[in-house]
């Protein structure tokens, strides 16, 4: 045992000086990556209910749902349609194909990272 503690102490006695490798989680945080994919954000303002998002998400996380028809003064005959969106975020695996198959752009990833919960319920999140 003695011979073990010997040849384990440079080792040890290098790390006493060392900076910690991981931070004291959650009293301290570090930056997310560039690129870290969080949750899906919808801007309904760019939505045109193509419906592409919800053909091609692996999840089935996403519902959108037509709310109403908003007047263009410029074209009154024209009603812009309006559409809030359903994000069932227990189901989304943060893969941010929604982001890429959207033509609008309609979307971008949070960097959220703490969204647990105990009811999964509670990860509804609706966009109007
Ligand atoms: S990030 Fe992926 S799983 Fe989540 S809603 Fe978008 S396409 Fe679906
Ligand atoms: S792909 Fe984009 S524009 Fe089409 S329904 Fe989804 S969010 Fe709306």
Redesign the pocket.
């Known amino acids: 045992m003695k011979t073990k503690f010997a040849a384990f102490l440079p080792e040890i006695i290098r790390h006493l000086f060392k900076r910690p490798a991981t931070v004291r989680y959650p009293f301290e945080k570090l930056q997310v990556p560039k690129d870290f994919?969080g949750t899906?954000v919808f801007d309904s303002a760019k939505c045109i209910g193509c419906m592409i998002?919800v053909r091609?998400?692996?999840?089935e996380?996403?519902d959108i749902i037509r709310v109403e028809d908003v007047i263009n003064p410029d074209a009154p005959d024209k009603p812009k349609k309006k559409f809030k969106m359903l994000?069932h975020n227990d189901?989304?695996?943060?893969?941010?194909?929604?982001?890429e198959?959207c033509p609008t752009d309609t979307?971008i990833?949070n960097t959220d990272y703490e969204i647990a919960v105990f009811n999964r319920h509670r990860l509804k999140i609706e966009y109007k």
């Open positions: 994919r899906p998002c091609d998400c692996p999840a996380a996403i994000l189901r989304c695996i943060h893969c941010a194909q929604c982001v198959s979307y990833m």
